[in-house]
């Protein structure tokens, strides 16, 4: 592998600790903190997990490591899409392990928890772990989406850390992979395997937050890459002066990453979902909000803008979800095949139109042809529509170009549109580390192999005071069931890590609301520019301006 000048440099970058872990292993202890609950359906999910349920939140501060000695055997797995960072996880997990003694051994499973399952490992080394650190991506073992979730798995995982004599096994992984965690760590307590179950967050969605957790690593990083870009993009359209740029950028469902991509660039529009959703705006009423932005600085000679879509938005819409739901329910089962046999779009149209009603039919028809088409083209393995798939990005700019048009024939706008469309996700999710996440991932993996030590099972990683110098973070650690509610998942009753949605009345959103009439009209863009890996700590070690505005 030939390695470029900045992945050289960064192997030379010591990642900050927080100062509670900075005086080595046989100087940290532990402070216990108040015992807890689950953030709902207390007696349900205690009735679910009776031996992690309630357990006490902790802390680790500087004293004498009264932990009891013994060989670690810990593996370790990546879980689920990429996210800055997750390398450095495993390196802070492996110095840690190492530093406490040096007959330790990391197992790491390859492909996500499937290789838990298959029993598919590789053993960390020195000079395996050296090439990947402080290094972006989640090739060092792989990831996965394999749900480990039924006993007979957790029955073949128990086998398998039997076989090698591991201890614990660390998780690093989004809401659904925690969730999945604590599922594991209650069978391994119940069934005294004596294996421990450590999890810590991930996803750059930045949605497994709470409370507790401040943030999920690869959401800094991640969302500097996607404001670098739009900022470009914004610079580029107030020097070309002729394009409206619609960016739908990653996320899921919550639209966190759309939001902190707002506060960093200032754009002309940003839809957000959980916002929509609570106004039950239609697709109407947002591409008549799009195009007053349009037209408003039509009037100011400006025919360029620049507009931020998050990628679940459509989930939000509510006549696009009863819209969904009765294309789902059209092609249940055997009326797909009836439906892909109809051998031209005119013909499949007219099987749609029988099959919704009049005002599912109503929203299906404004919708752009080529859109139309994909609702029935991308079924996921449930049969689903996958609306992560659908390009809303121009969907709206085709609907506020039809808006655009009505206004022109009512002598309302005389302006030009022109829009160019841009998805951004996977550029992010694998960018160089900002010194955040590398800072962040490192203690995260370092925390949870001083939980491990203590012997702490069904626990989550947790450093805190995030928005504060590395000097002033907080480690320690938490039960994951305290995040877990019951949600109805497929037809279902089941304990679950509540998901974060944007908060409407966060400082974050507020502060958005505040500015956003301002930004639809004049030209306020701010350019963030890329990562700074080197210099003044002020320019290379900022955090989101979501977490400082939630801190603040
Ligand atoms: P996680 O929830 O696993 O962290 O993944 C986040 C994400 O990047 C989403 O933003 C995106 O919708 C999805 O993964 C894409 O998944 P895939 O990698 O399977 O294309």
């Known amino acids: ?40 359906d207390q007696e349900k999910i205690k009735a679910l997990f009776p031996n992690t349920y309630g357990k006490n939140e902790i802390t680790f501060q500087k004293g004498q490591n009264t932990s009891e000695a013994r060989k670690q055997v810990v593996g370790v797995i990546l879980s689920g899409g990429q996210a800055p960072g997750g390398h450095n996880v495993i390196c802070g997990l492996y110095d840690a392990l190492k530093a406490s003694g040096k007959d330790n051994v990391l197992y790491g499973f390859k492909g996500g928890p499937s290789g838990l399952i298959e029993d598919d490992y590789l053993i960390f080394d020195d000079e395996y772990i050296n090439q990947y650190r402080n290094t972006v991506g989640f090739d060092i073992i792989g990831s996965g989406r394999t749900k480990l979730e039924t006993e007979e798995q957790f029955a073949i995982v ?15 992984g ?32 930045g949605d497994l937050k709470n409370e507790d957790i401040e943030c999920s690593f690869g959401f800094d990083t991640a969302t500097k890459t996607f404001s670098e870009v739009i900022g470009n993009i914004e610079r580029d359209a107030n020097s070309a002066k002729k394009y409206w740029h619609f ?16 506060l960093e660039t200032q754009p002309n529009v940003c839809l957000i979902g959980e916002e929509v959703a609570a106004k039950k705006m239609s697709l109407a009423q947002i591409a008549d909000y799009i195009a007053d932005s349009v037209a408003n600085r039509a009037a100011k000679g400006w025919n360029f803008g620049v507009a931020i879509i998050p990628e679940g938005i459509v989930e939000f819409v509510p006549e696009f979800s009863v819209l969904i739901a009765e294309i789902n329910e059209l092609l249940a089962g055997e009326k797909t095949a009836a439906f892909n046999a109809l051998p031209t779009w005119k ?8 099959g919704l009603t009049k005002e599912s039919m109503a929203v299906f028809a404004i919708l752009p ?33 039809k808006n655009l048009a009505a206004r022109k024939a009512a ?60 000097e002033e973070w907080v480690a320690g650690g938490m039960p994951i069931t305290k995040m877990m509610n019951i949600e109805r998942r497929n037809g279902k009753d089941k304990p679950v890590i509540r998901k ?52 603040a």
């Open 247 to 262: 960016v739908k950028v990653m996320g899921r469902s919550a639209s966190h990453v759309a939001l902190e991509c707002a």
């Open 158 to 172: 128990a086998e398998n850390c039997k076989k090698h004599g591991i201890n614990a096994i660390v998780i690093i």
């Open 1 to 40: 592998m030939k390695l470029s000048p900045l992945q050289m440099a960064r192997y030379q970058y010591q990642p900050k600790l927080p100062g509670m872990l900075r005086n080595g292993i046989s100087e940290i202890c532990v402070k216990n903190g108040e015992a807890t609950e689950s953030v709902a």
């Open 347 to 354: 013909e499949k149209y007219a099987f749609i139109e029988q």
């Open 500 to 551: 974060a949605l944007v908060e409407l009345d966060g400082a974050p959103f507020k502060f958005f609301e505040a500015h956003r009439a301002e930004w639809a009209v004049e030209t306020c863009y701010t350019y963030p520019g890329a990562i700074q890996y080197f210099g003044p700590s002020e320019v290379c070690d900022l955090t989101t301006k979501t977490l400082a505005l939630e801190k």
């Open 411 to 470: 002598g309302t706008y005389k302006g030009k549109f022109s829009p160019l469309h841009h998805f951004f996700g996977y550029e992010g999710r694998c960018a160089f580390p900002s010194n955040f996440d590398a800072d962040y991932c490192y203690s995260l993996g370092y925390n949870a192999f001083m939980l491990i030590q203590y012997g702490y099972n069904g626990y989550l990683s947790k450093v805190s005071n995030l928005s504060k110098p590395a």
């Open 174 to 205: 989004g809401d659904d992979s925690n969730t999945n965690a604590a599922v594991l760590a209650e069978y391994f307590a119940a069934h005294n395997t004596g294996v421990q179950v450590i999890g810590c967050p991930k996803t750059i969605d």
């Open 369 to 401: 042809e080529g859109i139309q088409q994909q609702l029935f083209l991308e079924r996921d393995p449930h049969g689903n529509v996958q609306v992560s798939l659908i390009e809303s990005e121009k969907l709206f700019s085709e609907l506020v170009k």
